[in-house]
């Protein structure tokens, strides 16, 4: 485990500003990408069952600010932390979650800046809502349409919920470093929404789609540049 764990964070430290200077590359044929979902995938029915539903749960985060300090948003935030730890070989040691107050998760070894940064970029609940879609696939169901309110309403959550942590005094971009943040944490968001976006208009073959629509875009800006 602890080999795999320096092996992993070396890597993470190699690739750390090599893939924030690919992501500026990436930045413009990424928002274009997104407006292409938008424009092609977004209809009257992901208005009705998704966008609406994520519209208002951002409203009602903004009109009830106490729900920042919601043990929910503190144990989502937490849990992302643990969750990339996990992944990077990092064996977790405490988690503790207060109402009102904050939360704290620490664990075995150095870290790496992807556990640090990863609640301001990854949509936790987003993601394992879309694996929940699979069950329905698995049944052979079609997705309801309460399904889609909580996609939503998950959707809108992650939105308001990464406005309010990101400011110019989060340790976390200390930690991490605040150039590389400012950098990486705006292309890593766009790129997500654009996933989820994707998935609500085409499923998970959207995913496919989206891919190819970035690629396309950044081809044609290469084009472009080298003109």
Known sequence: MRELRWTVNLILKIFKWPLCIMGLFFLLPIIKADLEVIHQGIGAFQVIWFVLPMLLTCLLWFLLPELNGSFLAIFEHEATHMLFAL????????????????????????????????????????????LASLVYLMMGEALPHAYWIVMGVMTGYHIVSTLVEIHPKQPDFKEAGFLFSFLFLPVANLFHYGMILAFVSWGWSGLKVYFGLIWEQFLRFLTIFMA
Do not use: C
């Open 87 to 130: 992944l990077t070989f990092h064996r977790p040691s405490n988690l503790v979650v207060i109402q009102d107050k904050g939360g704290l998760f620490s664990f075995e070894g150095e870290g790496n800046w992807l556990i640090v940064l990863a609640p301001y970029f990854v949509p936790t609940f987003v993601l394992f809502t879309m």
